[in-house]
């Protein structure tokens, strides 16, 4: 049974950071591509990062929104079958519902327009 499970959400000061977690059983982060998106309370939920299969070349490698260029960071531990986003200097206007996802073709890529797996969110608050 595919599963993704995002953790590591929470209230932080403007200026910290955050390490969210999604932890992932039925498949392997190595073998599928892993999409960062969130949503905010009256917006649409949007792509922030990805980072491409491992078995897929470099040529896709990872993707950052421009709105998060510089400051977060994604990445995977194929062993803990987990990918993470490091998230630094937080700014009030990051505050959402942070959602990992997956396309679950094997070697897929940032380049893919569909992702068909979804955990349930974790929330970021950022607020003094």
């Known amino acids: 049974q595919v599963q993704l499970v995002e953790s590591g959400g929470g209230l932080v000061q403007p200026g910290g950071s955050l390490r969210l977690s999604c932890a992932v059983s039925?498949?392997?982060?190595?073998?599928?591509?892993i999409g960062w998106f969130r949503q905010a309370p009256g917006k649409e939920r949007a792509e922030i990062s990805c980072i491409s299969s491992g078995v897929s070349g470099s040529d896709n490698g990872t993707f950052y929104a421009d709105s998060v260029k510089g400051r977060f960071t994604v990445s995977r531990d194929n062993f803990k079958n987990t990918a993470y986003l490091q998230m630094n200097s937080l700014k009030p206007e990051d505050t959402a519902v942070y959602y990992c996802?997956?396309?679950?073709?094997?070697?897929?890529?940032?380049?893919?327009?569909?992702?068909?797996?979804w955990g349930q969110g974790t929330q970021v608050t950022v607020s003094s």
């Open positions: 996802a997956t396309n679950l073709m094997y070697g897929s890529t940032c380049s893919e327009p569909d992702f068909d797996s």
């Open positions: 039925g498949f392997s982060v190595n073998y599928h591509v």
